[in-house]
């Protein structure tokens, strides 16, 4: 294996770091790491993972920048479509996945590798993600995963890290956390089980804000374009909005999932951008969009996020989907009332152009401007027509049984 090029997904964090040694000491590879950021790092924190990865022994290092791609190809269709799994989950990981394994394989075919490998255990679904979309890309690269194959504990990569001379904060170690545009995810040993939380320390962002602030998001063709009258990138919304808003603790939940490997699992996360973009987006839909809209956007939606869960991104059927997202938005255009409190937020209210709740229309329950009482009257005999119909076609049918 001398001398054979081989990607390796790279984030400084204690799987990776694991897979740099091991590749090149045991295995023999010429290692060469690579950091997908989809929002998620700071500058600061990308040059301290290229010095960690030099430091471990790789030959070349480089940061792949994707946050816009990664908004354009998926975050802008899970606002659109306001999805969250289970009713919760914005799908913080899950999309970044896509995103970065897609960028993985591009930049192995630019190197000509010989193989990719990534830190992926076997217990859960990012194997299959990675697995699946660099055997549709690049499937003449070898995919080699040292944490799945041998079986690891983290207790025993920290011991083998250590006997070749690299150290690792073991208290950091404890919780694995991934950090990306669209949400941070954090596991540890509370979520391995149905019960615990996890506690305040393993938390990124602390919570330290009090009290209530108002906020204003304003969508133009469902995207969102300014955060309290200040024009931005939705890349950059999203960050601001997330440095606002979670320090209010706003999106700190446990999600608990069916994992595309069959078994249930449990994973915190922080995500007070895109819950509360999704929330302010679908307020604004309900307004300005007709209920048959609602109600086909519910169900093409929901398939879209599973699918995009489990890494399908490159089926077509995905295009088909957001070519239909994207004709539902055109009027999605319009301004979200938010006030945000310590652990909760309120939608207050939406103000737009396209609002279909038009008092020129009528009130709900006080006026009608479109129709007449005598309307009402036969549409409501037609409507109920057909039900009227079985009920005495039935009923008719009862009584000559029971009189039989």
Known sequence: MHNKKIVLAFSGGLDTSFCVIYLKETLGYEVHSAVVNTGGFSEVELVEIEKKAYDLGVVSHVTIDKTEEYYNDSIKYLIFGNVLKNASYPLSVSAERVCQATAIANYAKEIEAEAIAHGSTGAGNDQVRFDMIFNILTPHISIITPIRDLKLSREEEIAFLQEHGVEINVEKAKYSINKGLWGTSVGGKETLHSLGYLPEEAWPTAVTKEGMES??????????????????????????????????????????????????????????????????????????????????????????????????????????????????????????????????????????????????????????????????????????????????????????????
């Open 215 to 404: 906020i204003e998001i304003e969508f133009k063709n469902g995207e969102p374009i300014a955060l309290n009258g200040q024009k931005m990138k939705p890349t950059e919304l999203i960050q601001e909005l997330q440095e606002l808003a979670q320090p209010f603790g706003i999106g700190r939940d446990i999600h608990i999932g069916d994992t595309i490997i069959g078994i249930k699992g449990r994973v915190g996360f922080e995500a007070a951008a895109p819950l509360l973009i999704i929330k302010a987006h679908h307020a604004l839909e309900k307004h300005t969009l007709t209920k048959w809209q609602l109600s086909w956007k519910e169900q093409l939606a929901s398939f879209y996020g599973n699918f995009l869960h489990e890494g399908q991104f490159h089926d077509p059927i995905m295009r088909d989907i957001e070519a239909f997202l994207n004709s539902s938005q055109q009027a999605v255009s319009g301004k979200v009332h938010v006030e945000l409190h310590p652990h909760r937020f309120v939608i207050l209210g939406i103000e737009s152009e396209y609002d279909l709740m038009s008092s020129q229309f009528g009130s709900y329950g006080e006026m009608n401007n479109a129709w007449t009482g005598e309307d009402v009257k036969g549409f409501s005999k037609i409507f109920g027509n057909q039900v009227m119909i079985w009920h005495q076609v039935n009923q008719s049918k009862t009584e000559q049984s029971e009189s039989n």
